[in-house]
């Protein structure tokens, strides 16, 4: 059975971080793009941040220079470290393993970031 598993999520004021992390089992992520997807309230989901099997990273522009996405193949895991956190990066963040071929992506349950003063 595949399991995403975030975590790390919570309420930060403006200006402040947060690190999500989202574990994977039952799944080889070593081989997978990893992604970070976020949901604002009314918005639809939206690319945040991805990670190929080559550790090739790449942002959506709102998040260029504030955000970083790494991995760590040994442990499984795929991180999120958030810097200078806005009020509009509030939103359900939801950590994405992309399929390899025909097969599918998987998804984790997502958790809630809220950055307000």
């Known amino acids: 059975q595949v399991q995403l598993v975030e975590s790390g999520g919570g309420l930060a004021q403006p200006g402040g971080s947060l690190r999500l992390s989202c574990a994977a089992s039952?799944?080889?992520?070593?081989?997978?793009?990893m992604k970070w997807y976020r949901q604002a309230p009314g918005k639809e989901r939206e690319l945040v941040a991805a990670i190929t099997s080559s550790s090739i990273s790449n942002y959506a522009d709102s998040v260029k220079g504030r955000f970083t996405i790494s991995r760590d193949n040994a442990k499984n895991t795929v991180s999120l470290e958030m810097n200078t956190l806005k009020p509009e990066d509030t939103g359900v963040y939801y950590c994405n393993a992309e399929r390899v071929g025909p097969g599918e992506d998987f998804w984790g349950q997502g958790t809630q970031v809220t950055v307000s003063a």
């Open positions: 039952g799944i080889i992520i070593r081989i997978r793009t």
